[in-house]
Each structure stands twice: as C-alpha cells, then as structure tokens.
C-alpha cells in the first residue's frame, strides 16, 4: 500500500523557515515525480514544487522560487522542501504528491498519490 506521510509543518514568524518532510513508502519511485502541493482555505490546490525522483531535476512555482528548495534522500525514500522566507501568503495546507509521468507537470490531476497533508501558517 502506497503511503506518503507529511511532517514538519507549523507555525513561525514572517521571514522564518521551515522543513517540510514527506516519507514515502509502499511501492519504488523511481522514475516518478514527486511533488509538493498548497491549498489555503477558499482556494484551490496549487503546485508549489517538484522533482524527478530519478536524476533529480526540479521545477518550482514562481511565487516560491528562490525561496523554497526541494530535495530527496534516495536513502531515506524522503522528499524534503526547506522553506526560507516565508510569508503570511505562504499560510496553507502543504501536500505531498507522486506523479508517474515523465514530462512536467503542475496539475494536481496528473498526481496519483497524496499525503494527508500538513499545516503551515505564517503570522507577520
């Protein structure tokens, strides 16, 4: 049975950081996207950032590049986001999510698998 599981979420100050860890288990993911996702209340599910879980190529939305990295730990079948001056507009519910297809994708559609997700909330 397929799992990812969120952790690392919780709240901080304007200009804080946090790290967004998400285990994955269940199956190999190798060749499969992983990727992290954000949904504040009244809004839609939004792509944050991704990475191929071979080679390790990432992408991210432009409203967290430069701020937020993601990273895996082959080792630890583990994706991590560090998040780096955050902002009370980064407040959400962040996801973690795996994708089999092999072009860039930041739809929520072209995710099979989701975590239960963790809060982050930012005050200023």
């Known amino acids: 049975q397929v799992q990812l599981v969120e952790s690392g979420g919780g709240s901080v100050q304007a200009g804080g950081s946090l790290i967004l860890s998400c285990a994955a288990s269940?199956?190999?993911?190798?060749?499969?996207?992983m990727a992290w996702f954000r949904q504040a209340p009244g809004k839609e599910r939004g792509f944050v950032a991704a990475?191929?879980?071979?080679?390790?190529?990432?992408y991210s939305d432009v409203s967290v590049t430069g701020r937020f990295t993601i990273a895996r730990d082959n080792a630890k079948n583990t994706v991590h986001l560090q998040m780096n001056s955050l902002t009370p507009e980064d407040t959400a519910v962040y996801y973690c999510?795996?994708?089999?297809?092999?072009?860039?994708?930041?739809?929520?559609?072209?995710?099979?698998?989701w975590g239960q997700g963790t809060q982050v909330t930012v005050s200023s």
């Open positions: 999510a795996a994708s089999i297809r092999i072009q860039e994708s930041i739809s929520p559609q072209h995710y099979t698998y």
């Open positions: 269940g199956r190999t993911f190798s060749g499969w996207t």
């Open positions: 990475i191929r879980w071979s080679g390790g190529t990432t």
